[in-house]
Antibody
C-alpha cells in the first residue's frame, strides 16, 4: 500500500533552516507529484508547493518563494522540503502528500495519501 | 486571492445527515476535494473531483458542487465521523483550502 514516512520532529532557532524528508513506498515514486502542506497548531491547512519527482519541476506558493526548496532523491524514493530563514510563525506540522492521479497536471490533482507529519518548532 | 469559506462548526445527531458547505466565487467551475482530519492525525481524502469517493471511504460520504457552493454530505452520521473537514480547490495553479469545519456528532 502507498505509504509516506516523514522524518522526526525538529527544533530550530530563528534564522536557521530545516529540511524535512518524506520517504515513499508502495508505488513508483517518479510517477506521482509530491505536495507539501503545513498546519500551525489549532489552525487550518496551508499549501506550500509541489514537486514532480520525475522531471524535477517545482512550483511554490508566493508566500514561500525564496525561502522554500523542494528536492528529491529518486534512488531512495525520498522527497525533501527545506525552509530557510525560519521565524516563530513557521512553527507548524509539515505534511507531504501524494497526488492522486499520475495523469493529471499538478495543479489539477487531489492529495490521496499523506505522511504522518513533522513538527517543526522555531524558538530561541 | 481566492478564498474558500466554510462554517466553523456543524452539529448533527447520530444517524442523521450532516451537510458541510464550502463557498467561493464560481467554485462550481472548479473541482473540489474534501479531507477529514481527526485530532492528532493526518488528513484523509474523502471526496475528490466533486463527487468521487476513494476506495475505503464509506458510501455515506458524498459530494456535490454547483454554482458557488460545494457540499460534503454525510448520511447516517456515525460518532466516528466527528472530525475537522477541509474543502480544497485549485485557483491559478494555487491549492486553496477552506478554513475547516468542526463536525460534532452528539
Amino acid at each position: 500500500q502507498v505509504q509516506l514516512v516523514q522524518s522526526g520532529a525538529e527544533v530550530k532557532k530563528p534564522g536557521a533552516s530545516v529540511k524535512v524528508s518524506c520517504k515513499a513506498s508502495g508505488y513508483t515514486f517518479t510517477s506521482y507529484d509530491i505536495y507539501w502542506v503545513r498546519q500551525a497548531t489549532g489552525q487550518g491547512l496551508e499549501w506550500m508547493g509541489w514537486m514532480n519527482p520525475k522531471n524535477y519541476n517545482t512550483d511554490y506558493t508566493q508566500k514561500f518563494q525564496g525561502r522554500v526548496t523542494m528536492t528529491r532523491n529518486t534512488s531512495i524514493s525520498t522527497a525533501y522540503m527545506e525552509l530557510s530563514s525560519l521565524r516563530s510563525e513557521d512553527t507548524a506540522v509539515y505534511y507531504c502528500a501524494r497526488g492522486g492521479s499520475d495523469r493529471l497536471a499538478a495543479d489539477r490533482n487531489w492529495f490521496d495519501s499523506w505522511g504522518q507529519g513533522t513538527l517543526v518548532t522555531v524558538s530561541s | 486571492s481566492y478564498e474558500l469559506t466554510q462554517p466553523p462548526s456543524v452539529s448533527v445527531s447520530p444517524g442523521q445527515t450532516a451537510s458541510i458547505t464550502c463557498s467561493a466565487d464560481k467554485l462550481g467551475d472548479k473541482y473540489a476535494s474534501w479531507y477529514q482530519q481527526k485530532p492528532g492525525q493526518s488528513p484523509v481524502l474523502v471526496i475528490y473531483q466533486d463527487t468521487k469517493r476513494p476506495s475505503g471511504i464509506p458510501e455515506r460520504f458524498s459530494g456535490s458542487n454547483s454554482g458557488n457552493t460545494a457540499t460534503l454530505t454525510i448520511s447516517g452520521t456515525q460518532p466516528m465521523d466527528e472530525a475537522d473537514y477541509y474543502c480544497q480547490a485549485w485557483d491559478s495553479s494555487t491549492a486553496v483550502f477552506g478554513g475547516g469545519t468542526k463536525l460534532t456528532v452528539l
